[in-house]
């Protein structure tokens, strides 16, 4: 009888969310590695990531700040000698890292996507202001104070907008419904 | 006259970038391009929430998507992450059927279906090829005399998939530049990373990647940047006075929308334009063409 590994599970796992499923295909050539502006800030860089994962080293790989430190500029996908949609993988792992609540702490990449999220889903849009003076009083109110000049000069050229943009009560109401209804459906996978 | 569905995202309706929907609409007008906004449309969730919430992200944008499919033209948007985001749905709708039957069950507590038959654009690709490089030429009142521009593409524009333009060597702003009598400089890091929204939670990594692009638009000779995204524009306007607190440096390019630039060539008004809202003044380079 085939025996099933700590790594096939994990392999399953993000094989099971859309564009994770590429996971499988990695010859460790190292072009999405040497393609990422971000891969010497990266724990593991991506190939490694690709590699760990597939060693079944779930704890490692969804308690790195690799993934969080993905810009999303997909160069690494549009070079991938095999079509692996590295973005969406490293989103995959970013969903199972929440998924599991092991996000890195050493990064305030998931509070600020959380914060994002939040707004979006209260309001159906982005108030920019609100989300930003929320995300950094959440994390660090020390760095709200060191943005105040970024954040006067977009008020002074009038790019600061504090009231947020409503959708209609009817939009507001079908948007919850959708969103509360995928929230059941548990994730994509 | 042509028509289109816009969708204008966040940042360019109420939010940091309304000067990019002002021109956009203002540029439209003048090229007999009619931008027909979605009613009630909802944020598409950019990268935080297809990061972290796939289905919901999915969804976010399939509401959009299904109410642009029943008036039945292209969906245009000049926003860079609304366009990735959007035709993302929609060619993983058509590749994962799970994954579709999922959004379509969450779409119907809302009460909406989507087909899939909505083709998303990005506005410069509207401008490029629907309408063309002749006859922009044919609309520009002020030529913009050599004004040396870097036109910078960006990320999300040009990929992941296949699109209008090259993906890592795009072309087409150039040849936007070269019509309006601008002269675009080569530009190596046209189409890299300015650190999109990690700006926020990393800063120190945003702003190295953004000194990089003004390096290589400075260093070949360019007065100012035009862009065709609006978090794109924020980072390297916004934030250029960190980078040279951070590193020392005394860059000092003005940031424009690409849109406003074809509107400077139009001859349109600055009320139309929204130039005082560029943080690095434009108004420098651009004084001899107001």
Redesign the interface.
Known sequence: MEKRTRADTFIEEISAIPGGEGIRLCIQCGTCTASCPNADRMDHTPSQLIAMARAGMKEEVLSSNAMWHCLSCYLCTVRCPRGIKQTDLMHALECLAVREGSSSGRTLTPAMYRSFNDFVYSLGSLPEFGFMTWFYMLTNPLRAFRMIPVALSLLRHGRLSIKARRLTPEGTNQLKAILDKAESLGGAS | MRYYTYFPG??S??????AYGWSAKAVSKALDVELIELD?W??C????????????S???S??NLAMAEKRGLDLVTPCSSCY?ILNRTNS?LK??PQ?KA??D????????EYHGTVRVRHLLDVFVNDIGYDEINSKVKINLGGLKVAPYYG??MV??RPSFDH??FPQSLDKLVASLGGEPVPFPLKS??C????I???EA?ALE?IAKIFDSALSNGAECLITPCPLCQTNLD??Q??VNQKFKTNFNLPVLFFTQLMGVAFGLSDEDL?L????VPAERVLAKYL
């Not at chain 2, 309706?13 to 309304?18: I, L, R």
């Not at chain 2, 969730?45 to 919901?56: D, H, N, Q």
């Not at chain 2, 005082?276 to 943080?279: D, E, S």
Request: hydrophobic share 30%; charged share 25%; proline share 4%.
């Open positions: 966040c940042s309706s109420e939010g940091g970038a309304k009630d909802n944020c969730g950019s990268t935080p929430y297809s990061s972290v919430e796939e289905l919901a999915f969804c976010l399939a509401r990735v993983h590749e994962y994954l999922k959004v069950e969450a779409m119907a507590a809302g009460g909406l990320c999300q990929r992941p993906p890592e890299r990373c650190g999109g929204s990690l926020i939670s990393e990594l990647l916004a934030y006075r960190r929204g005082k809202t560029c943080i």
